[in-house]
């Protein structure tokens, strides 16, 4: 009589099993396989294959865990994973939101990937991980081999603040560092390119020889799909289809809904992910640049090692737009100018002085002639732009759309334009080529459960995603309700995508709308004052299971409008001060309030 074997899986599961696989394509089969791969390594600690012989258990296998706020920490991840795999390491990569922290003591050798927000923040998926091991429940981790790579902006005061406190509190608690932390800046390409053959080796000679097994993938992060054949390094060219002023005649703002062509390329992407774009700088900037420094515009640079003529290289290849503080230190010590390098002595003026500027508007004030490749060794690498995507490809199909702001405005007598605002809003027309990708969001995301009601705080070009999200709810029939704050300074001129939310409301796709046009009145009202006039029903909503999203300015509105959500959880739900922070990270925690904030 032959014997089953020992599954701990009853009869009718095991059935219900057989009869899944044998409607599954091979393709999909391998998929599904990954998949409860990594849901093991998630409840259990590790995940080993079919076959995988006693011994070569979670020690053996090098974790790399990632917390990523815009999807960079996530990409430099997956990245060590695939050069790790083909060294023969046995590899597992799990975002930080999906870890379950009690098995970080069973981790032996631990790469950590992370991003640092506003001010010198975690990133939302770390919340949960920072927290545990900061507190009384985090374990010894005297067998931990562990290296850090950090990613921040060198613009803020925070640089890299989360990957040094995850670097110094590992080691804390006995963990021994195998390689020295990174730091990178936003043109973090070489820099990552250079850590990773690095982490590799000194992870390589540290696992036992003979125990590698096959790459597990986490939960959470199944094997990406074609689409993902273009990234950061390798965008999708395609051609603009149209540029739209959706702003009125007499708007402060010039605000533009972008359209994509996506057609035959197998591009795919989800509501709440961003669009990344690469840009070209514009032409007469770089020419002002390069006389007020008196550069033969024919000069020869060399980017990445090959020859390059300056003028172009400053159009395609390095940052003129975005100063940071580190250009004006340098470029005082380049020019020899006392007076800049009095600016640049103090921490406070530095930053307040760089806030203010682009890089030529310092050397405007600054003029100096200097050699070519002296200058651009000051810049940064030229980054693409990242910008919530404002549809669903249920509705709109072979198509990406955007809601974009131009950057511009009058400063120390000069007209100024954003880099990328610029370039996709004045510059480029209609049918030519511009560059892209998909960076998935993992953190932006519509809730499964499509009955569960959604708040959507999103004023100015904030409103993206949500135009997205409802889109994405109406194309699949989802039931929940719909509820959207939208501010911008005027109904007139600047109440965005204004036929398109009406149509929705008088459908019932959209349950309701509060609007906060903040200068049709003598009081400015913004979207935090119609949360406040509305506590009582919000409070009713996150009752009955809503999830919370803002999108926007970081900086005042997210604070605003979080410390309105505050307000509301004291006042109807009776918490204090301190519970009501609490109950709203708890929410965090529960994936049920979520930021894209910038």
């Not at 219900?16 to 390594?41: E, H, I, M």
């Not at 054949?229 to 009125?248: D, V």
């Not at 550069?295 to 990445?304: A, G, K, L, N, Q």
């Not at 060794?377 to 549809?391: C, D, F, G």
Request: include cysteine; hydrophobic fraction near 35%.
């Amino acid at each position: 009589m032959s014997t089953q074997p020992t599954t701990g899986l009853d009869p009718q599961l095991i059935a219900q099993l057989t009869q899944l696989a044998q409607n599954l394509t091979p393709s999909q089969l391998a998929w599904a396989g990954g998949y409860f791969t990594g849901l093991s390594a998630q409840t259990a600690g590790t995940a080993l294959p079919a076959g995988t012989p006693v011994g070569a258990i979670s020690e053996n296998i090098l974790t790399i865990l990632y917390g990523s706020q815009t999807g960079h920490a996530r990409s430099v991840a997956e990245e060590l994973a695939e050069a790790a795999k083909e060294s023969g390491l046995a590899v597992e990569l799990v975002s930080m939101g999906k870890f379950k922290e009690k098995n970080l003591k069973n981790v032996k050798y631990l790469a950590v990937s992370i991003s640092t927000q506003g001010e010198g923040d975690p990133p939302d998926d770390a919340l949960a991980l920072w927290e545990y091991l900061n507190s009384a429940k985090a374990p010894k981790l005297n067998e931990l081999q562990f290296s850090v790579l950090g990613l921040g902006d060198s613009s803020y005061e925070f640089f890299c603040k989360t990957g040094r406190d995850f670097d110094r509190r590992l080691e804390e608690l006995g963990g021994k560092r195998i390689l020295d932390r990174v730091d990178l800046d936003v043109d973090f390409d070489d820099g990552a390119e250079a850590w990773i053959p690095r982490a590799v080796a000194a992870f390589k000679s540290a696992v036992p020889e003979n125990t590698a097994v096959p790459a597990i993938v986490g939960l959470g992060s199944p094997p990406r799909p074609p689409s993902h054949q273009y990234s950061r390094k390798k965008p999708l060219a395609t051609r603009l289809l149209a540029c739209q002023k959706i702003t009125g005649r007499n708007s402060e703002k010039d605000i533009r809904h972008i359209e994509i062509d996506l057609e035959g390329s197998g591009l795919a992407y989800t509501p709440g992910d961003s669009l990344g774009v690469w840009f070209k700088n514009d032409e007469e900037l770089v020419g002002d640049l390069l006389a007020l420094l008196e550069i033969d515009p024919d000069s020869t640079v060399h980017v990445h090692d090959e020859p390059k003529a300056v003028k172009a290289a400053l159009t395609e290849n390095f940052e003129l737009t975005q100063l940071h503080p580190a250009f004006v230190t340098d470029y005082a010590e380049l020019t020899g100018s006392g007076a800049l390098a009095e600016i640049a002595a103090e921490t406070e003026s530095l930053r307040n002085y760089a806030d203010e500027r682009q890089i030529i508007d310092v050397v405007r004030e600054y003029p100096a002639k200097v050699e070519p490749e002296a200058f651009i060794s000051l810049l940064r690498k030229l980054t693409p732009r990242l910008y919530s995507i404002a549809s669903s490809q249920a509705e709109v199909e072979e198509e990406v759309h955007l809601t974009i702001g131009v950057v511009e405005y009058e400063a120390h007598g000069h007209y100024h334009l954003g880099g990328a605002s610029g370039y996709l809003g004045h510059r480029l027309k209609e049918g030519e080529e511009v560059l892209i990708y998909v960076e998935s969001n993992d953190n932006f995301r519509l809730p499964e459960d499509g009955s569960k009601p959604l708040i959507m705080i999103g004023p100015g070009t904030g409103v993206a995603p949500f135009r997205a999200f409802v889109q994405e709810r109406a194309t699949t029939g989802a039931s929940g309700d719909n509820w959207l704050f939208f501010g911008n300074p005027h109904f007139t001129e600047d109440f965005l995508y204004q036929t398109e939310w009406q149509e929705l409301l008088a459908d019932g796709i959209l349950t309701r709308i509060d609007l906060a046009f903040s200068r049709d009145q003598k009081e400015k009202i913004y979207v935090q004052h119609r949360i406040a006039e509305q506590a009582q029903e919000i409070w009713n909503w996150i009752q009955r299971g809503a999830h919370i999203y803002v999108c926007g300015d970081e900086s005042r509105m997210a604070r605003d409008v979080h410390q309105a959500l505050l307000d509301v959880v004291q006042e109807k739900g009776g918490y204090s001060e301190t519970e009501a922070e609490d109950f709203l990270v708890q929410l965090r925690k529960d994936g049920r309030y979520q930021k894209d904030v910038y």
